[in-house]
């Protein structure tokens, strides 16, 4: 039996002899090369994997697998722990090129290049989250362009840039990509990338070890700081305090400084005046649920990271009906993924699709029951309308505003296709509805009082439902 710390990897290796009799090639490469072995003491191994996702998928789908592996490898029961965020050694590597073309159902993908490539590590993110590996559409424009401008030119004009919107829209993949763009352009710039919670239990094992100096050194110090979920601020007194005096001088030093959030700074409840309005002081801007042209398109750009070519019937049908969150549609992608490579590469259908994802779909309609009766009745309040006056054909501009803000959300939070909505908007026809969907997304860009009423009517019909 063997024993120790010392021991993890001799551990993991005998496992991964067992686990590679049990499953594909491709599975073992996906979902068990990436694993590293952290510790094996007192019967019980811990491994480490990248995030909360990935050891969710790997208990729901391989934890049997994985059990009687470790078992048969180590002669007896053995006990398993995972722990977020490692990362596999190559992973931090110079990645020039994509392995092997996969093949599905007969269906060649061919696979470009990688087109990024990442010369130095930037600590605590995850290498794929680069802006090429990013797909922009409408919902996230602003962002993306903001954050870019930042990881090219820290300091600058967009400084603090402050990312607000839902779980699963890119917030972390946008932060972390300015880590990678910064390096690119100076791999000695000092980078922090942390979670608010994180950065929380630092500070407090700071406080404990009686090294707040060193804490405080460290923060204060850097180049780029990123801080994710900073709403996790909220009625935590003394680390705003901290965090008021390390945003002080980093701002003060130009130094770039980009924050998430969930929400607005004004709409955190706990968060002091000071910091509220020191957040304000840049740029703020939001990232809202991806239309269905986005999710096609992040679909076509996943599908070629996981190394798979689905027909596109099959993308439209997950496009469609997972519309809440990215996180979300690249899992449900997954699991097509992970059969396929399991059944030597069977050729995924409509109908197997509905098959594999029918309870994903289902917890995804659950959770955003977004119907056009809701946001006509969110728009209508607000404006103190009737709902037939948005549907009507009354022309007049107190309701031909708020009918193309429904619309306009109609068409951001929903799947309904164009002539879908038109119908549900009184018989108008896709053009209209395009008109509309157009006039709002650049009345928003000239003017920060629509956008901000725009943004809180979609978080109240998100709301509403959620
Ligand atoms: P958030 O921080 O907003 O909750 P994440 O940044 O963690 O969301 O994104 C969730 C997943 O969706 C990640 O795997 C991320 O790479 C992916 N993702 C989100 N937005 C995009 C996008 N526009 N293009 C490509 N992938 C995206
Ligand atoms: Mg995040």
């Known amino acids: 039996m063997l024993k120790g710390i010392s021991d993890v990897n001799i551990a993991w290796e005998m496992a991964c002899v067992e686990l590679k009799k049990k499953v ?10 990436p694993i590293v072995p952290v510790d094996f003491k007192d019967g019980k191994i811990v491994l480490g994997v990248s995030d909360d996702f990935f050891a969710d998928w790997l208990l729901s789908n391989y934890e ?3 059990a009687e592996a470790l078992s048969a490898a180590m002669g007896q029961e053995t006990a398993l722990e995972l722990k977020l965020g490692y990362l596999p050694p190559e992973s931090v590597q110079i990645k020039e090129e994509c392995p092997e073309k996969l093949v599905n159902g007969g269906t060649t993908a061919a696979v470009p290049n990688a087109k990024s490539v990442v010369n130095a590590q ?17 919902e996230n424009r602003y962002a993306y362009t903001a954050a870019l401008t930042a990881g090219q030119s820290p300091g600058g004009v967009y400084n603090p840039l402050y990312i607000y919107g839902g779980t699963g829209l890119g917030k972390t993949h946008l932060l972390q990509a300015v880590a990678h763009e910064v390096l690119q352009h100076n791999p000695r710039a000092r980078i922090e990338y942390t979670t608010c919670e994180s ?5 407090v094992d700071s406080l404990q070890q009686k090294k707040h100096g060193e804490f405080r050194g460290h923060f204060r110090n850097v180049d780029v700081l990123l801080i994710d979920d900073v709403h996790q601020l909220a009625n935590k007194i003394q680390l705003q305090e901290e965090f008021f005096n390390t945003f002080n001088t ?19 409840h706990g968060l002091e005046e000071r910091l509220v309005s020191r957040f304000e002081w840049g740029i703020t801007t939001e990232i809202t649920a991806p239309g269905l042209e986005t999710r096609l398109a992040i679909l ?13 019937d099959v993308l ?14 690249e899992g449900a992608l997954l699991r097509l993924v992970a059969f396929s490579s399991a059944m030597s590469n069977c050729k995924i259908t409509v109908q197997k699709a509905e098959e594999l994802l029918g309870k994903l779909i289902e917890e995804d309609a659950s959770g955003k029951k977004i119907s056009i009766d809701n946001i006509l009745k969110s728009v209508a309040d607000y404006f103190e309308l009737r709902v037939h006056d948005l549907t009507g054909s009354r022309r007049p501009k107190n309701i031909v505003e708020p009918r193309m803000i429904a619309m306009y959300i109609t068409r951001t939070l929903t799947a309904f296709s164009l002539p879908e909505i038109g119908m549900a908007f009184g018989g108008r026809n896709h053009a209209t509805v395009i008109h ?6 650049s009345d928003c860009e000239k003017d920060e009082n629509m956008r901000r009423t725009v943004s809180m009517l979609e978080r109240q019909v998100q709301r509403g439902v959620s």
Request: aromatic fraction near 12%.
């Open 316 to 329: 439209f049908f997950l496009a469609s009906n997972i519309t809440s969150s990215i996180r979300r549609l």
């Open 436 to 441: 509309a969907v157009k006039k709002v997304r």
């Open 122 to 138: 930037a600590p605590n993110c995850l290498q794929r989250h680069t802006f090429a590996n990013f797909v922009v559409g409408e």
């Open 199 to 203: 950065f929380l239990n630092s500070y």
């Open 300 to 312: 076509r750009m996943k599908q070629q990271e996981h190394l798979i070519k689905l027909d596109d």
């Open 24 to 33: 594909s090639v491709q599975t073992f490469e996906h979902w068990f090369n």
């Open 64 to 66: 049997d697998i994985l």
């Open 250 to 268: 980093l701002y003060n030093g130009n130094k770039q400084i980009i924050l998430t959030s969930d929400k607005q700074p004004c709409e955190i």
